[in-house]
């Protein structure tokens, strides 16, 4: 080869190395884009499916706005999803994927208060926040005095819950006396039961029976016979949608026609599947917002929500929607690469306005927040009235 043809081979050699350069490492090019990743530890499977489906559906709906929006100060958001399928033991499984495989830099979820209970000493190891937008029991985040660290929620908590459902039943159900029919494979419902029977003792009421079951139990027929000989005015079923949808098919099938009470673990399209409308009529539950709220963000929250989804959101979605947003404005305020200065921003939450109100936590990490009651109409949930707390 001339020396004229080896000095234009390496003449294209270098212009080709240039281009290659300024292509990977040089500032023009646009850089592969690094997201922040967000651990979702949800119901997504099991019998409290219908739970974790609308809590991701929320927080896939805030992070799709965000990131179209430009995400936080230029990186995208991206949610890592694992299933507990509505067990205690899956849950804690979950948590370990997202931390050790996703490491994911914040959780939210589980919905459930023991799906929560047993997650959490994982995100307490590893030094990463969970917030729960639905765990209502006290236990998530003091147990034995102690503030758990890294463990937060978006909701109101069961003494407030089982008080404003003791209230309503002898103030507008006017019950003198009550039964209580109570999942004892739930830590929430236990809670719940205990913390109704005390309000209700308090305001005057009688609890003339108790009868326990437990999760996939699909036959109430002998505890409801039992409860129907002790004539109660009431009766108080603080469970999940799936045995209550049964339980309230059941119990009318027995010519029980007394008001039948629960808690926000029936807020569930599946009652009604379940129980049929005609079943579900003179039956009320507490619950953490009604879809019909006049509030504007909470009216905008349901239009995109029902233009996403062709659904309208349960309290389950509008939580998610909250617990999701407490994760942003903490990433927001304290940078999205270490854990543990965000969980210290989510322990700062003040005055964030959500879609289920405005949310404050106080030193045990916990919102105070009002609850409504929602009563079933021809198999559609209507707004009752709003308890402040
Ligand atoms: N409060 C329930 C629990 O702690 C979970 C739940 C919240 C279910 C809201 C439905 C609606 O287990």
């Known amino acids: 080869m001339s020396k004229k043809w080896l000095t234009l081979v390496a003449l294209a050699l270098v212009v080709t190395m240039v281009a290659v350069l300024a292509g990977c490492g040089g500032g023009s090019a646009p850089a592969k884009p690094a997201t922040i990743k967000i651990g979702a530890n949800f119901e997504m499977t099991g019998g409290q499916a219908t739970f974790g489906q609308s809590s991701v559906n929320a927080v896939k709906l805030l992070f799709k706005q965000i990131n179209a929006a430009g995400g936080i100060n230029g990186k995208q958001l991206e949610l890592v999803v694992a299933d507990n399928k509505s067990e205690p033991a899956e ?4 948590m370990t994927k997202l931390l050790t495989q996703d490491k994911v830099v914040a959780v939210v979820g589980p919905v459930t208060s023991s799906d929560v209970l047993a997650a959490s000493p994982i995100a ?4 990463v926040a969970v917030v729960s937008n639905s765990a209502t029991n006290p236990k998530v985040t003091v147990e034995n005095g102690k503030v758990k660290e890294f463990v937060f929620r978006a909701c109101f908590l069961d003494p407030f819950q089982g008080t404003v459902a003791a209230n309503f039943a002898t103030k507008s159900l006017k019950a003198k006396t009550a039964a209580v029919y109570v ?3 739930s830590d929430y419902a236990k809670g719940l039961a205990q913390f109704f029977e005390e309000a209700f003792t308090k305001a005057g009421g009688k609890i003339v029976a108790k009868e326990a079951y437990q999760q996939k139990d ?5 505890a409801l016979t039992k409860i129907k000989a002790a004539n109660p005015d009431v009766i108080f079923n603080p469970g999940y949608y799936q045995e209550v949808g049964m339980f309230v098919k059941q119990a009318r099938e027995l010519g029980i026609t007394v008001p039948l009470l629960g808690g926000d673990g029936w807020d569930s399209p599946k009652v009604v599947e379940i129980a049929g409308a005609q079943a579900l009529e003179n039956t009320f539950f507490v619950n953490h917002y009604a879809a019909d709220s006049k509030d504007p963000d909470t009216i905008k929250f349901v239009e995109t929500y029902k233009k996403e989804y062709g659904q309208t959101p349960d309290a389950l979605a509008a939580l998610a929607w909250d617990a999701a947003l407490m994760v942003v404005e903490a990433i927001k305020k304290a940078g999205p690469d270490d854990p543990v200065k965000i969980k210290d921003a989510i322990a700062q939450t003040k005055n964030l306005k959500g879609v289920t109100g405005v949310i404050t936590l106080n030193a045990n ?3 105070v927040k009002s609850a409504v009651i929602i009563a ?14």
């Open 91 to 94: 849950a804690a499984n979950a």
């Open 218 to 222: 699909t036959d109430f027929r002998a």
């Open 376 to 389: 079933m109409k021809n198999g559609k949930m209507v707004f009752q009235e709003t308890v402040n707390p």
């Open 124 to 127: 307490m190891d590893k030094k």
């Open 365 to 367: 990490h916990d919102p």
């Open 183 to 185: 999942d004892m494979s």
